[in-house]
């Protein structure tokens, strides 16, 4: 599985940015999805996931009610609508996939990851 992570970009606070995440190769066995970040100095943490069917989602306290996770199955693509952003959201943030699982992870526990994408807030 090949995860390729875009979307990020220079954004002002208060304002918004939709990550997009496409996988290819293997991407049947792709239960959970997830997107992460890390900013310089800190250990990567968890954002967001969300089951195959799109019926469960998962998400760090800090971005409740402000990102929304959602994916489209037919395309093979994970998004992340990040609204209200601030300038602590500034980070890498990378997508992940889980296979075989029943059990969405909210820790690094998956298997696959993209190549990260940069997302700067300023204030």
């Known amino acids: 599985v090949q995860l390729q992570a875009c979307g990020g970009g220079l954004v002002q606070a208060g304002g918004s940015l939709r990550l997009s995440c496409v996988a290819s190769g293997g991407t049947l066995s792709i239960d959970g999805m997830g997107w992460f970040r890390q900013a310089p100095g800190k250990e990567r943490e968890f954002v967001a996931a969300?089951?195959?069917?799109?019926?469960?989602?998962y998400y760090a306290d800090s971005v409740k009610g402000r990102f929304t996770i959602s994916r489209d199955n037919a395309k093979n693509t994970v998004y992340l609508q990040m609204n209200s952003l601030k300038p602590e959201d500034t980070a890498v943030y990378y997508c992940?996939?889980?296979?075989?699982?029943?059990?969405?992870?909210?820790?690094?526990?998956?298997?696959?990851w993209g190549q990260g994408t940069l997302v700067t807030v300023s204030s």
């Open positions: 992940a996939a889980k296979v075989n699982t029943v059990v969405i992870p909210t820790t690094t526990r998956y298997d696959y």
């Open positions: 969300i089951s195959r069917s799109g019926g469960l989602t």
